[in-house]
């Protein structure tokens, strides 16, 4: 149980376009999920969380028109790289947690953007 | 904010020796987590602690919430080569704050 998915794995975009990446918990409702970034041999940098039906809370530092988020449902949270850049290049991760459940987050296998 | 000081930041071990990392804080959390993460992977969960003072195994794992609730502790015992990977700890403040704070990670190498 607890699984959480991500599409796609890899991504390559020249610069100036916008991709979108996907998390989606399998089998559960998630009704917060959140959104990191990692650097190459450093740890997770929360990005946002992300709660479903509301706007969602960027950390300090990230541009909310950059890093678009969307949570439509219990089980799907969008994020949109918009005009990326090549400094924009990173693995992005997402996690959720179950809703009611133990508030443990659970994370998904990553999306590896390079942006050329 | 809240820091977490992981240690030690890299680890070269034989086949069959146990291993000690751990985590120290500046500040209270409710909730420590060991997560281990493989290249290219996200993390996968490991040990929950959710008490002060619990003591929690799974297989080879043992991890240990810390008294003060500012510290935690991964062991492995017996280690094997699938064993290789960057371990985190993350801890939690508690309430509705969700959040987590990661330490830098432990990378693992374990020589067979």
């Known amino acids: 149980g607890a699984v959480v998915s991500q599409h796609p794995s890899r991504v390559i975009c020249k610069s100036g376009t916008s991709v979108k990446i996907e998390c989606r918990s399998l089998?559960?409702?998630?009704?917060?999920m959140f959104w990191y970034r990692q650097f190459p041999k450093k740890s997770l940098m929360l990005m946002a969380t992300?709660?479903?039906?509301?706007?969602?809370?960027?950390e300090q530092g990230v541009e909310k028109d950059k890093f678009l988020i969307n949570h439509a449902s219990l089980t799907l949270s969008t994020l949109t790289v918009t005009s990326a850049h090549p400094e924009d290049s990173s693995f992005y991760i997402c996690?959720?947690?179950?809703?009611?459940?133990?508030?443990?987050?659970?994370f998904g296998p990553g999306t590896r953007l390079l942006v050329l | 904010g809240q820091q977490l000081n992981q240690s030690p930041q890299s680890m070269f071990i034989q086949e069959g020796e146990d291993v000690s990392m751990n985590c120290t804080s500046s500040?209270?959390?409710?909730?420590w987590l060991w997560y281990k993460q493989d290249p290219g992977e996200g993390p996968v969960l490991l040990i929950a602690?959710?008490?002060?003072?619990e003591l929690t195994s799974n297989g080879r794992l043992t991890a240990q919430f810390g008294i003060t609730r500012k510290d935690s502790f991964l062991n492995i015992s017996a280690s094997i080569p699938s064993d290789v990977g960057i371990y985190f700890c993350?801890?939690?403040?508690?309430?509705?704050?969700?959040?987590?704070?990661f330490g830098k990670g432990t990378l693992l190498t374990v020589n067979p």
């Open positions: 992300s709660n479903e039906g509301s706007k969602a809370t960027y």
């Open positions: 089998d559960f409702q998630a009704t917060t």
């Open positions: 993350a801890g939690r403040s508690g309430g509705s704050n969700y959040k987590l704070t």
């Open positions: 996690s959720a947690i179950q809703t009611g459940g133990s508030e443990t987050q659970y």
């Open positions: 602690l959710y008490k002060a003072g």
């Open positions: 500040s209270i959390f409710n909730t």
